[in-house]
């Protein structure tokens, strides 16, 4: 069978596709993955074949503020609401993700239609394709393979429809098929190729869905449960870190992604700097230079890497400070690591926020107002307090309790068999 993954370009989206992809292969399938040009050092690197789209760095077509209002008026969730905030965290994200492959002013988009072309010349059997990469929907259909989204987080995307279909159905609500906010965004991108919006192409045949049953997602989809297996890069082991630490030992990662977003020094840096300076821990720093900062002072137990994969620190850390992101949650998780979470208002932080503290595996603090003595004071908690341990065990039992990768081969087996076709 040929499998071909259709990832966005972004690493955050590629890496929990992995394990998958390798699974798939080691079933002796084919597998190709698919994405930006830029990705394919990274997809190769993972030992995996992968196909360059382009170099296409333009940016998203433009969505107005106005559009988006419009859009958020459709959803009309109450002000101030957890919905309302969740929305809000997000809109600008998912208008991204749904307008990257929009044609320029001619008609043209060199990552589309690439990967279109790819489609129709290779013939896979099965697409998994990025929820923030549509077109992967498009390419399924367009080579008749079966269509399968795979999810890399919380489930926007499937959220955002079922609210705009729940408000379609009331007609209270002013919102009408002829008002559908998001079939107006993807219209130019199906189109373009022939398709009409439709539900079938927005979600596929299935969702390969790899987030913990105990976090909220919406209903109605078909969904094949996987444990999330976490793949943070590769790379050689430093010698440093072969030997085990003689002090407990703290990880501070602010994420990959975000060093693209964020400019300048990150406040988070200096306030975990001064937190830590003079505790008795390691501190593994995973910050760039442009994160730290000129004037920020490094405390002696502090060591700064600029890249490492989280898979190799992780195991021999007592605690982790992070952002939120959901390729750091789980790295931690899965080797249950308490956590602290410095969140700023971003989509994977306000969910994996509620479920650290529900599990009780961490603790939540704001980038707002953040201070070195709050910083100090929680981390000394999660180093001592023997609850949070029980709570990160709590949470890696939750991960477990899916199928891993190897497990649900047979599954995709079958449905691939079920959906695909042929002309």
């Given at each position: 069978?040929?499998?071909?993954f259709?990832v966005a370009p972004?690493t955050?989206?590629?890496?929990?596709s992995i394990?998958?992809?390798?699974?798939?292969q080691?079933?002796?399938h084919?597998?190709?993955?698919?994405?930006n040009?830029?990705l394919?050092?990274?997809?190769t690197?993972?030992?995996?074949?992968?196909?360059?789209l382009g170099?296409?760095?333009?940016?998203p077509?433009?969505i107005?503020?106005?559009?988006?209002?419009?859009f958020s008026?459709a959803l009309g969730f109450e002000?101030g609401?957890d919905?309302?905030r969740?929305?809000?965290?997000?809109r600008?994200?998912l208008?991204?993700a749904?307008t990257r492959?929009?044609?320029?002013?001619e008609?043209r988009?060199?990552l589309a239609?690439n990967?279109v072309?790819t489609?129709?010349?290779w013939?896979?059997?099965l697409?998994?394709w990025?929820?923030?990469?549509?077109?992967?929907?498009?390419a399924a259909?367009e080579c008749g393979?079966?269509?399968a989204?795979?999810?890399w987080g919380p489930d926007?995307?499937?959220w955002?429809?079922?609210r705009l279909?729940?408000?379609?159905?009331d007609?209270a609500?002013?919102?009408?098929a002829d008002?559908?906010?998001?079939?107006a965004?993807?219209a130019p991108?199906f189109g373009?190729f022939g398709?009409?919006?439709s539900?079938e192409?927005?979600f596929?045949?299935f969702?390969?869905?790899?987030i913990?049953?105990?976090l909220p997602?919406?209903?109605?989809?078909?969904r094949?449960?996987m444990?999330?297996?976490?793949y943070t890069?590769?790379g050689?082991?430093?010698?440093?870190?072969s030997?085990p630490?003689?002090r407990?030992r703290?990880?501070l990662?602010l994420?990959?992604?975000g060093?693209?977003?964020?400019?300048g020094r990150?406040?988070r840096?200096?306030?975990?700097f001064?937190?830590?300076?003079g505790m008795?821990?390691?501190?593994?720093a995973?910050?760039?230079a442009?994160?730290?900062g000129?004037?920020?002072?490094?405390?002696?137990n502090?060591?700064i890497?600029?890249?490492l994969?989280?898979?190799?620190?992780m195991?021999?850390?007592?605690?982790v400070i992070?952002h939120?992101?959901?390729?750091t949650?789980f790295?931690a998780?899965?080797?249950q690591?308490?956590?602290m979470i410095?969140?700023?208002?971003?989509?994977?932080a306000?969910?994996?926020?509620?479920y650290?503290?529900?599990?009780?595996a961490?603790?939540?603090?704001?980038?707002d107002g953040?201070?070195a003595?709050e910083?100090?004071?929680?981390?000394?908690?999660l180093l001592t307090?023997p609850s949070?341990?029980e709570?990160?065990?709590?949470v890696?039992?939750d991960i477990m309790?899916?199928p891993?990768?190897?497990?649900?081969?047979?599954?995709?087996e079958r449905?691939?068999?079920?959906?695909?076709?042929?002309?």
């Amino acid at each position: 069978m040929r499998i071909l993954f259709a990832v966005a370009p972004l690493t955050a989206h590629l890496y929990p596709s992995i394990p998958l992809a390798w699974a798939l292969q080691s079933a002796g399938h084919e597998v190709r993955v698919a994405s930006n040009t830029g990705l394919v050092e990274q997809i190769t690197a993972a030992g995996l074949t992968a196909v360059g789209l382009g170099e296409s760095t333009s940016p998203p077509a433009p969505i107005t503020e106005g559009q988006l209002d419009r859009f958020s008026d459709a959803l009309g969730f109450e002000a101030g609401s957890d919905f309302d905030r969740l929305w809000r965290a997000t809109r600008y994200y998912l208008a991204a993700a749904y307008t990257r492959y929009h044609p320029d002013e001619e008609g043209r988009q060199e990552l589309a239609d690439n990967l279109v072309e790819t489609a129709r010349n290779w013939q896979p059997d099965l697409v998994v394709w990025d929820p923030a990469c549509p077109v992967g929907s498009v390419a399924a259909r367009e080579c008749g393979a079966a269509s399968a989204r795979m999810l890399w987080g919380p489930d926007y995307f499937g959220w955002v429809r079922r609210r705009l279909i729940e408000r379609m159905n009331d007609p209270a609500s002013g919102v009408s098929a002829d008002t559908d906010p998001l079939a107006a965004i993807l219209a130019p991108v199906f189109g373009r190729f022939g398709h009409d919006f439709s539900e079938e192409l927005l979600f596929g045949d299935f969702t390969v869905d790899p987030i913990p049953s105990q976090l909220p997602r919406p209903q109605g989809l078909r969904r094949i449960p996987m444990r999330w297996v976490p793949y943070t890069g590769a790379g050689s082991v430093p010698q440093w870190l072969s030997r085990p630490p003689s002090r407990p030992r703290v990880c501070l990662s602010l994420g990959v992604t975000g060093r693209t977003v964020q400019e300048g020094r990150d406040a988070r840096v200096t306030a975990a700097f001064e937190a830590v300076a003079g505790m008795d821990i390691e501190v593994i720093a995973t910050v760039n230079a442009d994160q730290l900062g000129k004037d920020t002072r490094v405390p002696d137990n502090v060591r700064i890497v600029d890249y490492l994969p989280l898979t190799q620190v992780m195991p021999t850390c007592s605690a982790v400070i992070h952002h939120g992101g959901f390729g750091t949650f789980f790295a931690a998780a899965t080797h249950q690591v308490p956590q602290m979470i410095v969140k700023e208002d971003l989509g994977s932080a306000l969910n994996s926020t509620r479920y650290l503290e529900a599990r009780g595996a961490g603790v939540v603090l704001h980038s707002d107002g953040l201070s070195a003595a709050e910083v100090g004071k929680q981390l000394s908690r999660l180093l001592t307090e023997p609850s949070f341990q029980e709570g990160a065990l709590a949470v890696h039992a939750d991960i477990m309790a899916a199928p891993g990768p190897c497990e649900i081969v047979p599954i995709l087996e079958r449905l691939a068999t079920q959906y695909r076709s042929r002309d």
